[in-house]
DNA sequence: CTGAAAGCGCTTACAG
DNA sequence: CTGAAAGCGCTTACAG
């Protein structure tokens, strides 16, 4: 059981190692019966296809690059969980580094992935990230989609939720609820996505004659601590807001738990809407509203998008949106008649 | 900017290619002007080495392969997101794969990731795994490291959280705080990490002179849906029980919202308490009292000893078990006075 | 339908 | 202290 190379499945099958090869990649027109007699040597002899040696000689991969901002945020866990299922599902292993945003240590991942020799990547880009931070890889001529963080980068297929929508659905929520004075917590401002929430909000706000409040918008690390400051010092301001739109439902724990501690009541005094719909938003008390961003879903798609462009070497990019959908729980109410 | 090799960096700083070689790998008594001369050439050419070939002619690998149950799993995500930081800290990428509990899977990754020429591995062992799982990579003499479920494989290092301790502190914490017949819901029974737990929760109960309720130990599936279903199930029984011994955090919500949704105040009427101290564990309502266990240890501890096996070659296993810390907060109470 | 031969980009004894 | 040459395990034109 120590390693085999394909001379030892050649010779166990009485045929020549080019022969071994075109069976084992399907290609050629082999005889029937040569496939067989070669199939059987390779399994009796327990052979693996040295990837290094064929990735050397034919510059095919079978590797994803994958690279995040950082996989132990649930919503990019669940993303890479369903990216790595798809391309394992098509024969595809997947590196994954986490950049925690960082773009040096971005590059020098992308720069260890493209020695490594994976065949194309996807990225969602740490902030601060633009077109040019990839040119290694268009150097290379290696196919790469971008996710989640959209940077109108051409060269890559873009696949993402729709971040405006999801700022539209969240204050439409509340403004129909009757919240006029309406914070948001969260998210760093130089992301495509925090800005294009923040669009959708204002566009809200504005198409209901009601006008978007600057001192209310607090952009941050989305992380449950920073909500959890922002609620507590938004209170001790004594600036008027009855309901919070959260970066991500980690925010709006953060949130709920810096207005409780401040003796508000959620709901009932404040109305709190995350964004990710977690497994225990549903079953926290009370259950949070959130919008479904079906991170599943986007890792689904880059890697049948990064499959294709391996495929097919075609150069048209697509640019998928994916849509979401509000979630209203227990955690948004009317506004109280007090104001 | 495309592809450039040794010959191109040999040719550009004058020298052969396998003294570009010998400089990059810092090996051999190359003098100093030389040295530079080559980094110089690298650098302005923008070489980087192929992996590939370097790994076909050497034997040499810098890629560690990473198996487990599912890193959308909150305490995989943390344990996994830990191993790559410091893998990558030391020059190594993480082939990351999930094994999703399934034997047969878990196997076609082992082959996949051994083609794939990873230098050896760090597995959380599906469900049903035994040491014969592992021949393949023992036959290629691969080093691998066994993380979180231990199989007492003498052929790998294991890394790991105290289980049975894990079920000695919860279950001390609710003797101490008066409750006498405690409910135990989640975990496969085939893992050695439940089987560990219950034995440190019978060690307790047995040593106070109480006795074990088999109907209250309900082995299950570690999920939100099934901590909830099992609360219901139980206080619908009828059976008489005041507090609950969750697998994880995530059934320990289910349980939580189970309770409630049966009309039961969570520590006032019955106190839960889980095990894995995610961040929102802290900010919930009740705040969840819960059993600390440090998955990024256990993850950082497991690229170490992947490295070390790798550098060292020795065959000396170690088996460490990780230590670990009870967390109390407000979902555990004083068994109320009632009963 | 199948085989012999070249070569992918490295590393590593071996000379000198 | 440095170079020429072999070879890791494949794939791929090219013959036949």
Known sequence: MTKKSIRDVAMRAGVSVSTVSLVLNGKGRISEATRKKVRDAANTLGFILDHSASKLRSGQSTLFGVIVNDFSNPFFAELSAALETEAFANGYLTVLANSNDDLHR??????????????????????????????????????????????????ADFIGADDYQCGVFASKHLVDLGHKNIAMIGGFQELATTRHRIAGFREVID?????????????????????????????????????????????????????????????????????????????????????????????????????????????????????????????????????
């Open 106 to 155: 971005q590059g020098k991942l992308i720069e260890a992935m493209v020695g490594l020799g994976v065949g194309g990547f996807v990225i969602c880009p740490a902030a601060g990230s633009s077109s040019e931070t990839f040119e290694l890889i268009r150097a290379r001529s290696l196919p790469y989609v971008i996710c989640v963080r959209d940077l109108q980068d051409e060269n």
């Open 207 to 339: 198409s209901r004659g009601l006008s978007v409040q600057k001192e209310l918008i607090l952009p941050g690390p989305p992380t449950l601590e920073f909500g959890r400051e922002m609620a507590i010092r938004l209170v001790q301001s004594g600036q008027k807001f009855t309901a919070v739109f959260c970066y991500n439902d980690i925010v709006a724990v953060g949130v709920c738990a810096g207005l409780r501690s401040s003796g508000k009541k959620i709901a009932e005094d404040i109305s709190v809407i995350g964004v990710d719909n977690l497994p225990e938003s549903e079953a926290a008390f009370p259950s949070l509203t959130t919008v479904e961003i079906y991170p599943r879903s986007i890792g689904r798609r880059s890697a049948e998008a990064l499959i294709k462009a391996l495929k097919n070497k075609s150069n048209r990019k697509e640019k998928v949106i994916l849509p979401l959908q509000l979630i209203a729980r227990a955690s948004t109410a009317k506004v109280s008649a007090e104001e």
